[in-house]
């Protein structure tokens, strides 16, 4: 698979089942916001976290190159499963036309070769604008 690594840095912020979703959860280049019973979780750039919020850790956005169809199988299996014998966690978001990882930074290096080494191709984007 052809994976594209965004040079947009992420966070994921979880919340109160109860809260209102925040304005800056709803702006930038990505954001995923997922209320269950237990939690309203969401994800989005770091750079949009308001100082009187506990500076979350830093994710890399992998996105698989799509659209991808809805009758493939395995594609996400394809790439948590190298990642997860190389001891790497991901933090998967589906959307209707593709799917994407969130890699913590700290273990970006290792899913990269582990990705690699398992037949994927990661390109990069360039920076986006704030």
């Known amino acids: 698979m052809r994976l594209i690594r965004h040079s947009?840095?992420?966070?994921?912020?979880?919340?109160?089942?109860?809260?209102?979703?925040?304005?800056?959860?709803?702006?930038?280049?990505?954001?995923?916001?997922t209320?269950?019973?237990e939690e309203l979780s969401i994800v989005c750039e770091i750079r949009l976290i308001p100082p009187a919020v506990p500076r979350?850790?830093?994710?890399?956005?992998?996105?698989?190159?799509?659209?991808?169809?809805?009758?493939?199988?395995?594609?996400?299996?394809?790439?948590t499963v190298p990642l997860a014998e190389a001891g790497v966690s991901v933090f998967a978001?589906?959307?209707?036309?593709?799917?994407?990882?969130l890699i913590r930074s700290k273990e970006e290096q290792t899913?990269?070769?582990t990705l690699t080494d398992a037949g994927h191709e990661i390109v990069f984007t360039q920076p986006s604008r704030p």
Not at 8 to 33: N, Y
Request: aromatic share 8%; hydrophobic share 45%; charged share 15%.
């Open 8 to 33: 947009t840095q992420l966070t994921i912020v979880k919340l109160p089942p109860d809260a209102a979703v925040p304005p800056w959860a709803q702006h930038g280049e990505f954001s995923s916001i």
């Open 93 to 101: 978001v589906g959307t209707h036309d593709t799917d994407h990882i």
């Open 35 to 37: 209320r269950t019973p």
């Open 111 to 113: 899913a990269h070769r």
């Open 56 to 79: 979350p850790e830093t994710w890399v956005w992998l996105e698989v190159e799509g659209p991808l169809s809805f009758s493939l199988v395995g594609v996400l299996a394809a790439l």
